[in-house]
């Protein structure tokens, strides 16, 4: 039998620490948490996910992306809580927050999504499971407020007197959460004794196939890299029910293959696969928006189908500074980032923000992980209606139905740049 596969994710945002005074966030307008809240930052999530990948994909337009939005837009949102003046409110339109009308609504509606996982994966042969952290310098006084707000995020770190012994904790605590499939994003010299703060996501998703692919029927075929390029890869084959819609907003045929979970969760993997080979994925990644999500979503019917998917595997690192300059993130990776929210007396700035993601995807299942750290020719149309080919570029995205946010995404493009 073969093993399950994954997707792993982690983000990392690294900073030092200079003198500042600013007033800490007032918890006098908690308010018990919504369900138009928690929609609204599904939402936000949902938008922010279209943005980062037109982002990564203009950053490598030639290349397989694959990354997990969840884990970056958790990263970002630890920012968000420390930021202020300008650096909030970048973070606050990139994040699409504008719904919130306080910081301490975007908390709550953050720590209800984090429990409500949290539930849901006992009740699920689905593994996913997602931590944040917030490490800081110890000698850095943390305001009693965001201790309160973050006590579960928050982790003090002497930076100072070692930090190749900090660098290779924070790699450790990464590597637990992903099962040691990114078991070294930071590298000897990103962690100094300049280190004052460290935000940090990893997410970790592991699933079954409902119904698997047999090994057996896995065989050699072509696959359109363009309209005069080919390569054979292992092409997976499975006749079974499926969701399947036809989005002419998108100009894509849309699949839903679900993982076996129990009755609280629904995930899937969501392959948009266009009918040509050329121009597809532009138009694709043009109108994509979560309402186009949606509606090709809400779209589709349950049908007899043949699959043909590859089978594949590989990992990506994203530098993410540059692409986030490009949605409008533009002032905290500077020297006038304003984090002071965080601490009386100190107000960080951030260098670098790092992004790792693995996916593997064969006839058992997939199991992706990532890593945020904040430092006229062959036509897929089908000749019967009843057969969904992948055998040119497609975007995919593992997508949980219940909360309708996409926890991992990606540009098959060239299977000669992966490794199998």
Known sequence: MLPLKIAISVCLILGAANLSTQQCLSDNDIQTISKSDKADLYRGQQA??????????????????????????????????????????????ALRLEWAPSKNHVFQAYRSEKRIRFDRAKDSSIEFSAADKIYFSHQTEVRDCMKTFLKDELEPMDFYSDPEARRSEINSWIAGITKNEIPEILAQGDISQNTNLVLANAAYFKGQWESKFDPSDTTKEIFYTSSDKHTFVDMMFKRGQFNLGINEKLGAHVLEMPYLSGEKSKISMVILLTPFVTNGLDKILKDLTPETLHAALNDGMARDIEVKLPKFEFEQKIELVPVLSQMGIKSLFTPSADLSGFSSNSNFTLDDAKHVAKIKVDEEGSTAAAATVLFSFRSARPIEPTKFICDHPFVFLIYDHKSQAVLFAGIYRDPKTMTN
């Open 48 to 93: 922010f996910t279209v943005s980062l990948m037109d982002a990564i994909n203009k950053a490598t337009p030639n290349d397989n992306v694959f990354f997990s939005p969840y884990s970056t837009y958790h990263a970002l949102l630890l920012a968000y809580f420390g930021a202020k003046n300008e650096t909030k409110n970048e973070l606050r339109k």
